[in-house]
């Protein structure tokens, strides 16, 4: 099965609510965009030098996002003690929803 390295973060989804439904939804209409974003995560969640990954300043959304495709974006939050990237939310991003 899928094991984990010691140096990697684990992925955590929500357990319910609508950042789950977001997620699964994002998931089913860009399957492999999702994939390849939260394999970057399991690397190093906070690196700013990675294509996609920016750290925002709103408590409500999470401390983090990546970049899935040219609007969709996950929101996320580190918990480095413990190695997890806890996945919140996922939505278009604040220009794209302006066009």
Do not use: C
Request: charged content about 40%; proline content about 2%; overall charge positive.
């Amino acid at each position: 099965m899928n094991q984990r390295r010691k140096d990697e973060f684990e992925i955590v989804l929500p357990s319910s609510g609508k950042g789950k439904r977001e997620l699964e939804l994002l998931h089913r209409r860009r399957k492999r965009q999702v994939e390849k974003a939260l394999s970057k995560l399991r690397n190093n969640p906070t690196d700013y030098t990675v294509k996609g990954i920016e750290k925002i300043n709103e408590h409500n959304l999470g401390e983090y996002t990546i970049r899935v495709s040219k609007g969709d974006r996950i929101y996320y939050d580190v918990d480095r003690k413990n190695k997890r990237v806890l996945l919140l939310r996922a939505g278009k991003h604040d220009l794209y929803r302006l066009l």
